[in-house]
């Protein structure tokens, strides 16, 4: 099994920075990728960024590209999501995510059968 556990969350203003962190556990991959989804109340999961096992490729959502980076430490486990410029509308539970298979698909909620138990991000007016 593969254990996630995401941290980092809060409350920050429009226009703040905020990095979220997820730490996996268990059975890891040597291939396939990590993802960030995020979901609002009332709203569906979405995707937000991915990032595959070795680092040279990302995906992003248009609503977050340029403001959002994610990145990987391999030698710790961990999976990053730097959040700048962060708008009101970026409040959600963040939910970090991860697959064994390549990210063709990489929106897809469904690639991913291993999940976190997310943290909150509240961005105030």
């Known amino acids: 099994q593969v254990q996630l556990v995401e941290s980092g969350g809060g409350l920050v203003q429009a226009g703040g920075s905020l990095r979220l962190s997820c730490a996996a556990s268990?059975?890891?991959?040597?291939?396939?990728?990590m993802g960030w989804f995020r979901q609002a109340p009332g709203k569906e999961r979405e995707f937000v960024a991915a990032?595959?096992?070795?680092?040279?490729?990302?995906y992003y959502a248009d609503s977050v590209k340029g403001r959002f980076t994610i990145s990987r430490d391999n030698a710790k486990n961990t999976v990053y999501l730097q959040m700048n410029s962060l708008k009101p509308e970026d409040t959600a539970v963040y939910y970090c995510?991860?697959?064994?298979?390549?990210?063709?698909?990489?929106?897809?909620?469904?690639?991913?059968?291993?999940w976190g138990q997310g943290t909150q991000v509240t961005v105030s007016s």
């Open positions: 995510a991860a697959t064994p298979f390549t990210l063709v698909r990489a929106a897809v909620v469904g690639l991913y059968p291993h």
């Open positions: 268990g059975r890891t991959f040597s291939s396939g990728g």
């Open positions: 990032i595959n096992w070795s680092g040279d490729s990302t």
